[in-house]
């Protein structure tokens, strides 16, 4: 990708999370469409991440969009492998799978969403250093490989493999 492009990127993913808020007010402006915001709430960043997780805890807020927020984690697999806290990763990825196969995008989107959930177990594993973040990265690999080969295509509303 282009540097100019990933800069473009990295300053909307930046403007985003605030400009996804809620309107309020008679003089606000009409609220992003549903797309928009699914978009935003799933891209690589942890700007994205942090504006899915902001939402998430005030879901009640973002009613209108009858969003899927249903998850079961890391479904069949430990939602804290080794101890390494991956299960918001697999809630967003859950998020991802289960709001684009609901809009019927979901093949084009898959890959994005998988990348997201692997920089997300990622930036986990930055928290640790020497052979416990290799340890880490290297579970992260295998989750995000998992999904990559399982990952489920199935209809709206079935487990996705997380």
Same mark, same amino acid.
């Given at each position: ?47 994205? +991440? =942090?504006?899915?997780?902001? *939402?998430?805890?005030?879901? $009640?807020?973002? %009613? ?7 998850? @079961? ?23 991802? +799978? =289960?709001?684009?196969?609901? *809009?019927?995008?979901?093949? $084009?989107?898959? %890959? ?7 920089? @997300? ?42």
């Amino acid at each position: 990708m282009p540097r100019r492009s990933v800069r473009r990127l990295a300053a909307v993913a930046l403007a985003l999370p605030m400009a996804l808020l809620p309107a309020t007010g008679a003089s606000a402006a009409p609220p992003p469409d549903k797309a928009q915001v699914l978009s935003a709430w799933t891209q690589t960043p942890a700007s994205s +991440y =942090r504006a899915w997780y902001a *939402a998430r805890q005030n879901q $009640a807020a973002w %009613r209108a969009y009858a969003f899927d927020w249903s998850t @079961d984690y890391c479904s069949g697999s430990p939602d804290n492998p080794l101890g390494f806290p991956f299960k918001y990763a697999c809630a967003r990825h859950d998020f991802g +799978y =289960r709001n684009y196969k609901e *809009a019927g995008t979901f093949p $084009a989107v898959k %890959r994005r969403l998988d990348n997201a959930f692997h920089a @997300d177990m990622k930036r986990v594993c930055a928290a640790y250093s020497g052979t416990t973040r290799t340890s880490c990265d290297r579970t992260a690999w295998m989750y995000y490989q998992a999904v990559v080969l399982f990952g489920s295509a199935a209809a709206p509303g079935a487990p996705a493999v997380a």
